[in-house]
């Protein structure tokens, strides 16, 4: 029997790093709650200079004056300055006043451009996204502007959308390198679903060009080699050889980083490597580092609770469950799940059974929450039932989660198990209606 089931599903790789490493979103582009219908509604990526029926020429920037170049460098010093010490919403506000002053004077696409970036440092994403946009009016081919909508598109769950500004930014600019590293990402996400091979080698080497031409660029990039790594983890199955090509990638991120610096994404890709090596020991401490850089690394959170688990620290799994959860608004599929798992295992049924329930609520498309259903009924109501017929009632409950279970998308191992738990169901249910019976016909036989 297995009883952590979720753990086939393995654990978390890093996705998203286009929005990892800053704080949530608090205003503006409205969240999309389901990626494979998003992005039709975003605005279209505006069309660039050259290119067939494109009628804009750039824009209408003005020369860009002494005055204010400037009144630029005092909008420009006073970003450095809070940058060094950190962003709140009131620094934000004023960062973004600053250049938009620069911007009304001298129409210069530079200072509007900060605007949006200003906004965007406290994930103001609503009034970044109206800033960008601005930009664009100013300047059409302006890429940081159209890459940096694709980030706050890709933050609000608009996947399609996000694709469509960052292959945008690229086109307006070929050495943009963080549209490049965005886009290697989003292939990254692609390559871990996909199947068929010939496909799968396409992916891969258009994520490999893509975070080539960074490096060739910015041979400093922390995200680059990260993704890198990512991606050669990617096919290790067949391949062990590509684990110590990810290895030698991410010592290379190490190289850059500064004294002192630490990089959560960095930290749990070391995670997922070690944990791809078999060596849980180093794996956690990885996980645990990146969730100490920064403890809204909802992945590294998961990772942790996974692997305390499976160590049956119940109370620790718990606790990074909820931060999960807290993280993404209770939708976490595989963190509700391990949460009812870890509330099993704490002997908190009631919990447990509530957990899982609210992950079916989630996807119901997924196995992996009814089938732990079936497990808490069989191996936890039933023994602990007050008597034969609640036992029985419990086995008959767990029956049909099982069957529910093995109706949707499960492993192929916790599939074949779910079927010998309902072998096993329908044996104890047997036996049960066969006592009750014998129960009331000795008790028919005594009056």
């Not at 302006?142 to 890709?154: C, D, K, Q, V």
């Not at 799994?317 to 931060?323: M, N, S, T, V």
């Not at 497990?375 to 017929?389: G, P, T």
């Amino acid at each position: 029997m297995n009883t952590n089931t979720i753990l086939r599903a393995s654990f978390v790789a890093l996705v998203g790093l286009a929005a990892a490493c800053g704080p949530k979103a608090q205003s503006g582009v409205a969240k999309c709650t389901d990626p494979k219908k998003c992005g039709g509604d975003v605005p279209e990526p505006p069309c660039l200079p050259g290119e067939p029926g494109c009628k804009s020429t750039g824009g209408g920037e003005t020369k860009v004056t002494v005055d204010a170049r400037k009144d630029f460098e005092a909008a420009v010093s006073y970003y450095s300055d809070v940058d060094a010490k950190g962003w709140d919403d009131g620094s934000c506000k004023a960062s973004a006043e600053k250049f938009a002053a620069v911007a009304r004077e001298h129409k210069f696409v530079e200072a509007q451009y900060m605007v949006g970036r200003s906004f965007h440092n406290c994930n103001m994403l609503g009034e970044a996204e109206t800033a960008y946009q601005a930009a664009l009016q100013i300047k059409s081919d302006h890429s940081a502007s159209i890459s940096n909508l694709g980030e706050l598109y890709y933050q609000s769950g608009k996947r399609d959308g996000a694709k469509k500004y960052w292959e945008a930014a690229v086109k307006a600019d070929p050495k943009i390198v963080a549209a490049r590293a965005n886009l290697a990402m989003l292939l990254l996400e692609d390559l871990r679903v996909t199947k068929d091979g010939d496909a799968w080698k396409k992916l891969e080497a258009e994520a490999r060009d893509h975070l080539s031409s960074v490096l060739a660029v910015n041979n400093d990039h922390l995200k680059a080699y990260v993704l890198y790594g990512l991606v050669y983890m990617e096919g290790r199955e067949k391949n062990k050889n590509r684990l110590d090509l990810a290895k030698l990638l991410l010592d290379e991120g190490t190289k850059r980083l500064k004294e002192g610096q630490k990089f959560a994404p960095l930290e749990h890709a070391f995670g997922l490597y070690y944990l791809y090596k078999n060596n849980l020991t180093k794996a956690m401490a990885h996980f645990q580092a990146a969730v100490e850089v920064d403890a809204d690394f909802a992945e590294a959170h998961q990772n942790v609770a996974l692997i305390n688990l499976g160590y049956r620290k119940y109370d620790v799994a718990k606790e990074h469950f909820q931060d999960v959860l807290k993280l993404t608004e209770n939708k976490h599929y595989d963190a509700l799940v391990g949460l009812g798992i870890a509330q099993r295992g704490l002997n908190d049924l009631d919990s447990a059974e509530a957990s899982y329930n609210s992950a079916k609520a989630v996807d119901a498309k997924r196995g992996e929450a009814s089938f732990n259903l079936g497990v808490l009924y069989k191996d936890f109501r039933a023994s602990n039932a007050a008597d034969n017929k609640a036992a029985l009632e419990a086995f008959k409950k767990a029956r049909e989660f099982f069957k529910e279970a093995s109706s949707k998308t499960l492993a192929e191992a916790d599939m074949q198990e779910a079927k010998d738990n309902i072998t096993d169901c329908d044996k104890s249910i047997k036996v049960y209606e066969e006592a009750m019976k014998s129960s009331q016909a000795a008790a028919a036989g005594g009056t």
